[in-house]
């Protein structure tokens, strides 16, 4: 828990930070999926190669860009605009049709081709996504649960090996939960929010190596809501590319402060590159919650660093500096081999890490 709670100002200047979110949310501006949706794709998305449908990708983000500016202002009336055909959401979900079929959706870019499905990559997945459940969560971080909660889907499997997860039977279990498809996710999603959540929250395990599914149920949903990407972060600078126009608000997780303790506990290569550039991408295209989860003895190698680097390079995030940790999955079936982490967060490692907050003057969100 915080320490103490935040005053009116820091409260003020948060509604400041997710306004955007917020205006979403409450229905006074549409989400960004569906601004994508009026945006007109020119490309022959059956016959045009990879690269032409890249380069398109990068003309039409700054055509949504530019209107997304207009309709924010007010300038624009989504509303009269005709819906695009072929749009340039269409043209996401053709570019992550073909990508699963020499998969680079993550950071591992094992380029396996999850349709043939001859050989699993490092997600263990094939082209079918999984959801384990999917429910209003009201223990989310404050602003974004409202009186609906959010609006939160729980996917099989993930890109990482964490020893201390907590979801370990979700994330490390390609085969739990149920498949799904995209007219069957577009319907959680819309009833969802039809429910009153205030936000969709992909999450799971790992929404990254399910984007094709996201994506292809974006394109057959209708309602105004918030997406909320809850990541790893370990996803590719393609995959970023895609989220970028879709995503309204970030929740995403920054583990570790060097490679070394990322390796060693959750078996991932090349950490803090990949991380730190897709927190830089996500704050330069949206309103962006960060968490950072305390461990342990880990203040000096990771707290302290990754406090630093985002007073330094993403400075109007909101930061959540979590204290949940708790002893689980291998750092209990094998206590040896992670002895600083087989204990509790201490009150007095909290109050470190508060403090140094304090200090960079980051703006860090109550926990519920």
Known sequence: MRITPPTS???????????????????????????????????????????????????LAITTSDLLREVDSGNRDLAVLPVAHPSFLDLKATLLSRNIRSCTLCEWKCRVDRVADTKRGACKLNQTSRVNTWFAHHGEEPPLVGRGGSGTIFFSSCTFRCVFCQNWDISQDPSSGAPVDTRQLSLIMKNLRTDGAMNINFVGGEPTPNLHTIVGAMNQLDANVPMLWNSNMYCSEETMQILADLIDIWLPDFKYGNDKCAIRLSKVPRYFETVSRNHEAAQSSGEMIIRHLVMPNHLECCTKPVLRWISKHCPRALVNIMGQYRPEHRVCAEPSKYPEITRRILAEEMKEAYGLADELGLLYSPVS
Do not use: Q
């Open 9 to 59: 100002r820091e409260l003020e200047e948060m509604h400041k930070r997710l306004s955007w979110y917020e205006r979403v949310s409450n229905d006074i501006r549409p989400a960004k999926y569906l601004i994508t949706k009026h945006v007109r794709c020119d490309a022959d998305l059956t016959k045009a190669s990879d690269g032409f449908l890249w380069r398109e990708h990068a003309r």
